[in-house]
């Protein structure tokens, strides 16, 4: 079969999957956990088939596009159902549609008592579908419909527990700031649209170079919009503040979409649009900056906050930042590398954080946890594997892909020099906030519950409690159902977590400078009119070991710090604290950007809002534009429905005046 | 004089007589319809209850099946004209046959179980239908003027009949006959007209009709009185049948009243049908009036968009507010037609075949309503998300592709109509027409609002228990806070608010409204088969741009 | 001669069709009918077409207004509803003005076609032998499908008229002809004429019922 028919078939199961859960949602309860997880299996099968397709192709054959339907229509808008299987695509499906799988494998567990449980999939599937769409999609149109129905689908699960006012709110959060992406995006497209006259990729690309010099403002401008969706939907600074508060949504879904896909989308968007990016240098920079800003601040908050899930998520941000800043500064195929690697390790921390978080009966808090080594051993050896890679501790998988983007960095030389080098201060943090997290967690006295847990217990809280903002809730319904589960007992928990544990390990083995370069082998045909991925850009062998080795002292370096202040002095952290409460105080309020958001956004926006309201809405808009529109339709409705009389022959009178109306123009058309 | 002219004219007569040829092949998917009827018609009269109630459905079935595969078999073969000039058979009548056909299958299944059949008895009830469908047939493909008629009394006498066919209803017998006297009207209409335009032209075939009047001597004719106005009398007899206003006050009345596996076939198929001779007559036999009668069709089809979209507002009748929908959906069509370009045949005939998977899960829909709650009031839908999801998403599906929302084939359709519109030089009726589509949000949103709102009931018992309660017992209280619509489901069930009535429905409904629910979705995502479909349909017409 | 006797077939069949309309008394009604169908027999015998002649002569004319007449004689004629006073000025005024749209068509054109011979005779046109190797030939299908269209006539007849199982004397209640309340313009006939017929039902059923709410009260018609 061809590539685009496995393509095609890779949509088929999880869109499948979605309406067969989502209509039979009542008929079979635990069945929907198995349909859900074989659908993304199906895909993740379909996604290799595309792969082998694929590698039976060479140069540009490997650039296949298939189209199911033209809605080219009036406009003139050459709007495709289409989709385009490249290496980058493939490369994304694989990646989205394997780690999917293991997490819908870990959510059967995870989520079996829940009492929304086949609702959970049927959305879980929806997301799958939304980005594989977005990944797949073969023309901007297809893009901005993926983008937006992820948006969708993270507001849904975020909000899964509808009756958590925290987590109604963050999804609407969420999805505010992700309609500003979307917005941005639509416009950017149009920018790009305006000058190349076609929305689809591959028309666009080879178009471009002929309609925008270098830095065109129209180019420019298009790309600064893209950015804004790409900072929007990866959690990029400033628009970073909702995904934080995603965390509210279960954690398996923390896993998937806020760590492990759906925040990626924006490194997918700058790679997928690199032929336009590199026309638009200027943008690219504000990129790589942003992406380094973002790094560096979510590094730095992740370092105060106590709440397990929203360290991970910080780090998370962290993360991509790197991957925005190597997107931006031409290390594609780094920056799918690490999206990749990240993809691994961070869904594992997230599963492993739920197995804690199961033990902990739903308490989230680091202040409460400790001294867990002992009682989840499991999660404890996973948790690390996936800490090691996270900090960049050869040999797991962090280790390289990291420093594949900072190193071409350095090479490259100017002001990415400067902003690689700041990417070693962020793994420095990295190292420290990871294992500040793991010490805190698994070492240390044991704390209650881990003890109970020792003596064969899963501990249960008396009354379960929103560990947001602390309001009482009934297990029955929900946070996951009144029975916990931690790793160690459930079979298809371990199974996931086991699989990505190893692959935190050895999935950096793909790409070891001077040894292999599958990734890089395997993209480059999508690269390779790009001046930035010829082989005089690499950086040598020489330059990349020195690279890892650099990154690697610092990551440890980083541990080390984090060693000293929670093992080896216990009392330091306490100690810093009061030393810097300043500083601390900025941390903790995560440099105060919602605050700041709030005072120039949100305020402003209000006001605006109860002034049109006033003013505009009522008296305006309600008034006599709506008012007296309606005011027609409504008349006119009434006169229609008092025509209807009822009568026959009132009936056949207004048919006698309509025939003499009809014939009378016809007679007067006549010669 | 050596013989007796009449006897000598006898004897000529005897020995030249040769019928005309009759293509068999061609004829089938009409043939095979009459049989059917006949046969359903004599197997209605066995004795056994069960041979009456479960074979004629089943034969019917068989019979329009099979006139669906004549259909397939001939569709895109050389069109043909047969029997001595009356009929032609080409994509456009295939196409318009196989809308007709498809309706037909859904309301005989949703007549399974319903009371007509079993009132006006199984075998006249079916047999009628079939014939209908037959007339139907003979309609779209008729070549010849006297046809023509036949064919749209062949359609239209069983349809009266049927409109009555719940005899002891009261609201059925008045459907029945104000359909027949609004009918008759029309047919009588539609006859002058055809009588005129024979006068003035002097010919009964369509081909000679517009061989006369493209030929150079019959350009003359063009700005004839008597030929305009025989075509003015045509377009009111076709607006009877498309429920065009001003025409169309027959249709809320009728729909209503009428059974409603009755109303759902005459809601598509009629249509389907009334707008495939629309485009006959006037794309090709007319065709070189246009520049007379398309002013005339494009203020018509604008007052339809507005009449019944502003009608259906306010409608509480749910088949009441289908026919408005219908009239308001016939004004779209007409739209098509209007242009009278390749793409425009194309585009009307892609909206056929929309309005036809679009309003055949409705009325599933309302069949099963009115089964379970004895009534199609809108108000009576509320929980149906509940109750039986199926059903709902399909109406939902079903309210969402007539309004025209994006992702539903009734999206596609009306970006097809607004396109041929817009290429054909009527901009502004393309903007009456999205001005229509407007207004009708106002009313389908208001039942996809019913079908998922909560009934008062149950939504009480979650207001109530919606306080800070902690540790109160779950039966008695909902949940205070978390959860999920699964357990509100429990609590509300739990409080006898729900549960009583059937969880879902019987099972031929199901089908037909989870197939074209399904359809709707999956032809508004990838709308490619139906566009290659329909375009078979503006090459069948020849002559045009 | 042949001028002369068109004028005057054609007057009377015009004279004939406005009875049918005009006349108040329903076999009156069908007696001018009987004289519209006689007048047309004429004019097809003035189009030498013998045979369609005889045929509207004895089919229509005979076979079938006796029919009517019988149905009229056996049901009565009922009492007549008049209608709204607008219709009955504005009913008459909209027949003239398509009246008179139709006569400038007709006289636009088509009188060129009086004060001409017409299609020329052939030799046994009208002729049963003619008209049946028509039907058999060219309008073969159409006389196919008005055969079935006949037989389709006769059913319908038969399912709308024969005694259905169970429906007895009496069977019919009241509530039944009240039916369901509804909301004002949602368009039966009951609304218009029948409240009073139900009214007037009830009052003989109960003796005199004082109050009966229209079925179709405003403000009970639905937001909108």
Redesign the interface.
């Given at each position: 079969m061809s590539p685009t028919t496995w393509g095609w078939l890779v949509l088929l199961f999880p869109l499948l999957g979605t309406i067969t859960i989502g209509l039979g949602f009542r008929t079979y309860s635990r069945a929907a956990g198995v349909i859900g997880t074989a659908a993304i299996f199906l895909a993740f099968v379909c996604s290799v088939g595309a792969l082998i397709a694929l590698l039976g192709r060479t140069g540009t054959h490997r650039e296949v596009v298939s189209s199911l339907w033209n809605y080219d229509v009036s406009a003139g808008v050459d709007a495709k159902l289409q989709i385009l299987i490249d290496p980058i695509s493939v490369f994304m499906m694989l990646v989205v549609s394997g780690v999917s799988t293991l997490i819908h494998l870990y959510s059967t567990a995870y989520m079996r008592s829940d009492k929304g449980y086949s609702r959970y999939f049927a959305y879980l599937n929806f997301f799958v579908l939304s980005m594989l769409v977005l990944v797949t999609g073969g023309n901007f149109i297809m893009l901005i419909i993926g983008w937006a129905f992820v948006g969708a689908a993270s507001y849904l699960l975020i909000s899964f527990w509808y009756r958590r006012s925290t987590a109604t709110r963050a999804g609407i959060k969420a999805f505010v700031i992700n309609v500003l992406g979307d917005v941005g995006l639509v416009l950017g497209t149009f920018f790009i649209y305006r000058h190349t006259h076609t929305v689809s990729f591959l028309g666009s690309f080879a178009a471009a170079p002929h309609v925008f010099h270098t830095d065109s403002p129209d180019l420019v401008a298009g790309c600064l919009l893209f950015l804004v969706g790409a900072f929007a939907k990866s959690a990029q600074v400033p628009l970073h503040t909702w995904l934080p508060d995603a965390m509210e949504g279960p954690t398996p879904v923390s896993s998937l979409i806020h760590a492990a896909t759906m925040v990626t989308a924006g490194v997918y968007l700058i790679v997928r649009l690199h032929p336009l990016f590199q026309l638009a240098p200027t943008a690219a920079e504000v990129g790589a900056i942003v992406g380094c800003m973002t790094l560096l601040i979510a590094g730095t908050i992740a370092l105060v906050v106590t709440d397990i899930k929203r360290v991970i998520a910080y780090s998370t941000m962290s993360q991509i930042g790197y991957m925005i800043m190597g997107a931006s500064s031409g290390a594609y195929a780094g920056a799918l590398f690490h999206l990749m690697t990240h993809a691994f390790f961070k869904a594992l921390l997230f599963m492993g954080a739920g197995s804690i978080i199961g033990a902990m009966a739903g308490e989230q808090s680091l202040d409460r946890m400790s001294g867990f080594r002992k009682a989840l051993p499991f999660t404890f050896i996973c948790f690390l594997a996936g800490g090691l890679a996270l900090s960049g501790v050869p040999p797991f998988a962090g280790w390289f892909s990291k420093d594949d983007i900072l190193a071409f960095m350095d090479h490259r030389g100017g002001i990415y020099e400067v902003l690689g080098i700041l990417g070693y201060v962020g793994a420095f943090l990295t190292g420290a906030y990871t294992f500040r997290l793991i010490f805190r967690a698994f070492y240390g006295e044991p704390s209650p519950e881990a003890r109970e847990l020792e003596h064969g217990h899963l501990a249960h809280a008396e009354v379960h409690r929103n560990p947001a903002n602390g309001e009482e809730e009934d297990t029955d319904v929900g946070f996951p159902g009144p029975e916990h589960v931690i790793a160690e007992r459930e079979p298809a928990m371990k199974v996931a977590m086991g699989i990505l544990a190893i692959l935190a390990l050895v999935g950096g083995f793909v790409q070891v400078a001077g040894v292999d370069a599958v990734i890089s082998k395997f993209l480059a045909t999508a690269f390779v009119h790009t001046p930035l991925a010829s082989p005089a850009d690499q950086p040598s062998v020489g330059f990349d070991w020195i690279g890892l080795v650099v990154g690697a002292i610092v990551g440890l370096l980083g541990i080390g710090v984090a060693y000293r202040v929670y093992i080896a002095k216990p009392g330091t952290s306490a100690a810093l604290q009061a030393r810097f409460a300043a500083l601390h105080n900025f941390l903790v309020h995560k440099w105060y950007f919602d605050e700041l958001i709030d005072v120039v956004v949100v305020r402003p926006a209000l006001t605006l809002g109860r002034f049109a309201q006033a003013v505009l809405e009522r008296v305006f808009i309600s008034g006599a534009l709506t008012g007296g529109v309606t005011g027609i339709v409504r008349s006119g409705s009434a006169a229609v429905r008092r025509a209807q009389t009822g009568l026959l022959r009132l009936y056949a009178g207004a048919v006698v005046l309509g025939l003499t109306a009809v014939v009378l123009y016809f007679l007067i058309s006549a010669k | 004089m050596n013989a007796h002219p009449y006897a000598m004219s006898f004897l000529l007569a005897t020995a030249h007589i040769h019928g005309p040829h009759i293509s068999w092949a061609e004829l089938s998917p009409i043939a095979v319809l009459g049989v059917g009827a006949l046969v359903v018609l004599l197997v209605g009269l066995a004795s056994s209850q069960m041979v009456r109630a479960r074979l004629v459905p089943t034969l019917t079935l068989v019979a329009i099946a099979g006139a669906i595969g004549t259909e397939i078999w001939r569709f895109s073969h050389a069109p043909q004209t047969i029997v001595a000039g009356a009929l032609r058979i080409d994509d456009l009548a295939l196409i318009a046959d196989l809308v007709c056909a498809v309706a037909a299958v859904a309301a005989v299944l949703l007549a399974w179980r319903a009371r007509a059949p079993r009132e006006a008895g199984q075998g006249e009830f079916h047999s009628l239908m079939l014939f209908s469908l037959m007339g139907m047939a003979v309609l779209v493909s008729a070549q010849d003027l006297i046809t023509l008629f036949l064919g749209l009394e062949l359609l239209s006498i069983p349809l009266y009949v049927l409109c009555a066919a719940e005899y002891r209803r009261e609201g059925s017998l008045e459907a029945g006959l104000k359909y027949l006297i609004i009918g008759s009207v029309g047919s009588a209409t539609l006859v002058y007209g055809l009588a005129l335009i024979y006068g003035a032209t002097g010919q009964t075939g369509f081909g000679a009709v517009a061989h006369v009047l493209a030929s150079q001597s019959g350009g003359g004719l063009l700005g004839d009185p008597l030929l305009l106005t025989g075509i003015a009398l045509v377009i009111v007899g076709f607006a009877f049948k498309a429920s065009v206003a001003p025409f169309h006050q027959w249709t809320p009345d009728v729909y209503e009243g009428a059974p409603t596996a009755i109303t759902a076939f005459m809601a598509t198929a009629t249509k389907a049908a009334a707008i495939a001779v629309f485009l006959r007559f006037f794309d090709f036999t007319l065709t070189a009036e246009h520049v007379n009668w398309a002013p005339a069709l494009a203020a018509l089809a604008s007052v339809t968009i507005i009449v019944g979209n502003v009608g259906a507002l306010g409608q509480s009748s749910l088949k009441r507010l289908l026919g408005y929908s219908g009239v308001a959906q016939a004004g779209y069509m007409l739209t098509g037609l209007v242009v009278g370009t390749r793409l425009g045949v194309s585009a009307t005939m892609f909206y056929v075949v929309a309005y036809l998977l679009m309003n055949l899960g409705a009325f599933a829909v309302i069949v099963h309503q009115e089964r379970v709650s004895g009534s199609d009031r809108m108000a009576a839908l509320s929980g149906l998300g509940r109750r039986s999801p199926l059903l709902a998403w399909s109406l939902t599906i079903a309210m969402l592709a007539l309004a025209g929302i994006p992702g539903t084939i009734g999206f596609i359709g009306k970006v097809q109509l607004i396109h041929s519109l817009v290429n054909g030089g009527y901009g502004w009726l393309a903007i009456v027409l999205v001005v229509g589509a407007m207004i009708s949000l106002g009313y389908y949103l208001r039942v996809v609002a019913a079908i998922w709102m909560t009934p008062a009931d149950a939504r009480g018992v979650a207001v109530a228990g919606a306080g800070p309660l902690a540790g109160a017992p779950v039966a008695a209280f909902p949940p205070i806070a978390g959860g999920s619509p699964e357990a509100d489901l429990q609590a509300s069930a739990g409080g006898g608010a729900l549960g009583v009535e059937r969880l879902t429905g019987d099972p031929e409904l199901l089908l037909v409204a989870g197939v074209f629910g399904a359809l709707c979705i999956v032809f508004g995502v990838i709308p490619g088969p139906v566009f290659e479909f329909v375009a078979h349909a503006g090459a069948a017409l020849v002559g045009l741009r | 001669m042949s001028v002369v006797m068109f004028f005057l077939a054609a007057g009377a069949a015009i004279i004939g069709a406005i009875g049918v309309v005009t006349l108040r008394n329903p076999l009156y009604s069908v007696l001018a009918l009987v004289c519209h169908l006689v007048a047309l027999a004429a004019l097809f015998l003035l189009l030498r077409a013998e045979f369609v002649a005889a045929a509207q002569v004895v089919v229509y004319a005979g076979a079938v207004m006796v029919l009517y007449v019988f149905v009229v004689a056996y049901v009565g004629g009922g009492e007549e509803v008049s209608?709204?006073s607008t219709?009955r000025i504005?009913?008459p005024l909209?027949?003239l003005?398509?009246a008179v749209?139709?006569f400038?068509?007709?006289l636009?054109?088509?009188l060129s076609g009086i004060h001409r011979y017409g299609a020329p005779y052939k030799?046994?046109f009208g002729?049963p032998?003619?008209i049946?190797?028509l039907f058999?030939?060219?309008?073969?299908?159409?006389f196919e499908?008005?055969s079935?269209?006949l037989?389709?006539?006769a059913?319908?007849a038969?399912?709308?008229a024969r005694r259905?199982r169970g429906?007895e004397e009496g069977a019919?209640e009241l509530k039944?002809?009240l039916?369901?309340p509804r909301?004002?313009?949602?368009?039966?006939?009951?609304?218009?004429?029948g409240v009073r017929r139900v009214r007037e039902q009830l009052e003989q059923a109960h003796g005199g019922v004082t109050e009966v709410v229209p079925a179709g009260a405003p403000g009970s018609?639905?937001?909108?």
């Amino acid at each position: 079969m061809s590539p685009t028919t496995w393509g095609w078939l890779v949509l088929l199961f999880p869109l499948l999957g979605t309406i067969t859960i989502g209509l039979g949602f009542r008929t079979y309860s635990r069945a929907a956990g198995v349909i859900g997880t074989a659908a993304i299996f199906l895909a993740f099968v379909c996604s290799v088939g595309a792969l082998i397709a694929l590698l039976g192709r060479t140069g540009t054959h490997r650039e296949v596009v298939s189209s199911l339907w033209n809605y080219d229509v009036s406009a003139g808008v050459d709007a495709k159902l289409q989709i385009l299987i490249d290496p980058i695509s493939v490369f994304m499906m694989l990646v989205v549609s394997g780690v999917s799988t293991l997490i819908h494998l870990y959510s059967t567990a995870y989520m079996r008592s829940d009492k929304g449980y086949s609702r959970y999939f049927a959305y879980l599937n929806f997301f799958v579908l939304s980005m594989l769409v977005l990944v797949t999609g073969g023309n901007f149109i297809m893009l901005i419909i993926g983008w937006a129905f992820v948006g969708a689908a993270s507001y849904l699960l975020i909000s899964f527990w509808y009756r958590r006012s925290t987590a109604t709110r963050a999804g609407i959060k969420a999805f505010v700031i992700n309609v500003l992406g979307d917005v941005g995006l639509v416009l950017g497209t149009f920018f790009i649209y305006r000058h190349t006259h076609t929305v689809s990729f591959l028309g666009s690309f080879a178009a471009a170079p002929h309609v925008f010099h270098t830095d065109s403002p129209d180019l420019v401008a298009g790309c600064l919009l893209f950015l804004v969706g790409a900072f929007a939907k990866s959690a990029q600074v400033p628009l970073h503040t909702w995904l934080p508060d995603a965390m509210e949504g279960p954690t398996p879904v923390s896993s998937l979409i806020h760590a492990a896909t759906m925040v990626t989308a924006g490194v997918y968007l700058i790679v997928r649009l690199h032929p336009l990016f590199q026309l638009a240098p200027t943008a690219a920079e504000v990129g790589a900056i942003v992406g380094c800003m973002t790094l560096l601040i979510a590094g730095t908050i992740a370092l105060v906050v106590t709440d397990i899930k929203r360290v991970i998520a910080y780090s998370t941000m962290s993360q991509i930042g790197y991957m925005i800043m190597g997107a931006s500064s031409g290390a594609y195929a780094g920056a799918l590398f690490h999206l990749m690697t990240h993809a691994f390790f961070k869904a594992l921390l997230f599963m492993g954080a739920g197995s804690i978080i199961g033990a902990m009966a739903g308490e989230q808090s680091l202040d409460r946890m400790s001294g867990f080594r002992k009682a989840l051993p499991f999660t404890f050896i996973c948790f690390l594997a996936g800490g090691l890679a996270l900090s960049g501790v050869p040999p797991f998988a962090g280790w390289f892909s990291k420093d594949d983007i900072l190193a071409f960095m350095d090479h490259r030389g100017g002001i990415y020099e400067v902003l690689g080098i700041l990417g070693y201060v962020g793994a420095f943090l990295t190292g420290a906030y990871t294992f500040r997290l793991i010490f805190r967690a698994f070492y240390g006295e044991p704390s209650p519950e881990a003890r109970e847990l020792e003596h064969g217990h899963l501990a249960h809280a008396e009354v379960h409690r929103n560990p947001a903002n602390g309001e009482e809730e009934d297990t029955d319904v929900g946070f996951p159902g009144p029975e916990h589960v931690i790793a160690e007992r459930e079979p298809a928990m371990k199974v996931a977590m086991g699989i990505l544990a190893i692959l935190a390990l050895v999935g950096g083995f793909v790409q070891v400078a001077g040894v292999d370069a599958v990734i890089s082998k395997f993209l480059a045909t999508a690269f390779v009119h790009t001046p930035l991925a010829s082989p005089a850009d690499q950086p040598s062998v020489g330059f990349d070991w020195i690279g890892l080795v650099v990154g690697a002292i610092v990551g440890l370096l980083g541990i080390g710090v984090a060693y000293r202040v929670y093992i080896a002095k216990p009392g330091t952290s306490a100690a810093l604290q009061a030393r810097f409460a300043a500083l601390h105080n900025f941390l903790v309020h995560k440099w105060y950007f919602d605050e700041l958001i709030d005072v120039v956004v949100v305020r402003p926006a209000l006001t605006l809002g109860r002034f049109a309201q006033a003013v505009l809405e009522r008296v305006f808009i309600s008034g006599a534009l709506t008012g007296g529109v309606t005011g027609i339709v409504r008349s006119g409705s009434a006169a229609v429905r008092r025509a209807q009389t009822g009568l026959l022959r009132l009936y056949a009178g207004a048919v006698v005046l309509g025939l003499t109306a009809v014939v009378l123009y016809f007679l007067i058309s006549a010669k | 004089m050596n013989a007796h002219p009449y006897a000598m004219s006898f004897l000529l007569a005897t020995a030249h007589i040769h019928g005309p040829h009759i293509s068999w092949a061609e004829l089938s998917p009409i043939a095979v319809l009459g049989v059917g009827a006949l046969v359903v018609l004599l197997v209605g009269l066995a004795s056994s209850q069960m041979v009456r109630a479960r074979l004629v459905p089943t034969l019917t079935l068989v019979a329009i099946a099979g006139a669906i595969g004549t259909e397939i078999w001939r569709f895109s073969h050389a069109p043909q004209t047969i029997v001595a000039g009356a009929l032609r058979i080409d994509d456009l009548a295939l196409i318009a046959d196989l809308v007709c056909a498809v309706a037909a299958v859904a309301a005989v299944l949703l007549a399974w179980r319903a009371r007509a059949p079993r009132e006006a008895g199984q075998g006249e009830f079916h047999s009628l239908m079939l014939f209908s469908l037959m007339g139907m047939a003979v309609l779209v493909s008729a070549q010849d003027l006297i046809t023509l008629f036949l064919g749209l009394e062949l359609l239209s006498i069983p349809l009266y009949v049927l409109c009555a066919a719940e005899y002891r209803r009261e609201g059925s017998l008045e459907a029945g006959l104000k359909y027949l006297i609004i009918g008759s009207v029309g047919s009588a209409t539609l006859v002058y007209g055809l009588a005129l335009i024979y006068g003035a032209t002097g010919q009964t075939g369509f081909g000679a009709v517009a061989h006369v009047l493209a030929s150079q001597s019959g350009g003359g004719l063009l700005g004839d009185p008597l030929l305009l106005t025989g075509i003015a009398l045509v377009i009111v007899g076709f607006a009877f049948k498309a429920s065009v206003a001003p025409f169309h006050q027959w249709t809320p009345d009728v729909y209503e009243g009428a059974p409603t596996a009755i109303t759902a076939f005459m809601a598509t198929a009629t249509k389907a049908a009334a707008i495939a001779v629309f485009l006959r007559f006037f794309d090709f036999t007319l065709t070189a009036e246009h520049v007379n009668w398309a002013p005339a069709l494009a203020a018509l089809a604008s007052v339809t968009i507005i009449v019944g979209n502003v009608g259906a507002l306010g409608q509480s009748s749910l088949k009441r507010l289908l026919g408005y929908s219908g009239v308001a959906q016939a004004g779209y069509m007409l739209t098509g037609l209007v242009v009278g370009t390749r793409l425009g045949v194309s585009a009307t005939m892609f909206y056929v075949v929309a309005y036809l998977l679009m309003n055949l899960g409705a009325f599933a829909v309302i069949v099963h309503q009115e089964r379970v709650s004895g009534s199609d009031r809108m108000a009576a839908l509320s929980g149906l998300g509940r109750r039986s999801p199926l059903l709902a998403w399909s109406l939902t599906i079903a309210m969402l592709a007539l309004a025209g929302i994006p992702g539903t084939i009734g999206f596609i359709g009306k970006v097809q109509l607004i396109h041929s519109l817009v290429n054909g030089g009527y901009g502004w009726l393309a903007i009456v027409l999205v001005v229509g589509a407007m207004i009708s949000l106002g009313y389908y949103l208001r039942v996809v609002a019913a079908i998922w709102m909560t009934p008062a009931d149950a939504r009480g018992v979650a207001v109530a228990g919606a306080g800070p309660l902690a540790g109160a017992p779950v039966a008695a209280f909902p949940p205070i806070a978390g959860g999920s619509p699964e357990a509100d489901l429990q609590a509300s069930a739990g409080g006898g608010a729900l549960g009583v009535e059937r969880l879902t429905g019987d099972p031929e409904l199901l089908l037909v409204a989870g197939v074209f629910g399904a359809l709707c979705i999956v032809f508004g995502v990838i709308p490619g088969p139906v566009f290659e479909f329909v375009a078979h349909a503006g090459a069948a017409l020849v002559g045009l741009r | 001669m042949s001028v002369v006797m068109f004028f005057l077939a054609a007057g009377a069949a015009i004279i004939g069709a406005i009875g049918v309309v005009t006349l108040r008394n329903p076999l009156y009604s069908v007696l001018a009918l009987v004289c519209h169908l006689v007048a047309l027999a004429a004019l097809f015998l003035l189009l030498r077409a013998e045979f369609v002649a005889a045929a509207q002569v004895v089919v229509y004319a005979g076979a079938v207004m006796v029919l009517y007449v019988f149905v009229v004689a056996y049901v009565g004629g009922g009492e007549e509803v008049s209608a709204g006073s607008t219709l009955r000025i504005l009913g008459p005024l909209f027949a003239l003005a398509l009246a008179v749209e139709l006569f400038i068509a007709l006289l636009g054109s088509a009188l060129s076609g009086i004060h001409r011979y017409g299609a020329p005779y052939k030799l046994g046109f009208g002729t049963p032998e003619q008209i049946g190797r028509l039907f058999l030939t060219d309008y073969l299908f159409p006389f196919e499908v008005a055969s079935l269209l006949l037989l389709v006539a006769a059913i319908g007849a038969v399912v709308l008229a024969r005694r259905r199982r169970g429906l007895e004397e009496g069977a019919l209640e009241l509530k039944d002809l009240l039916a369901m309340p509804r909301p004002a313009y949602t368009g039966t006939i009951a609304e218009g004429v029948g409240v009073r017929r139900v009214r007037e039902q009830l009052e003989q059923a109960h003796g005199g019922v004082t109050e009966v709410v229209p079925a179709g009260a405003p403000g009970s018609e639905e937001q909108s």
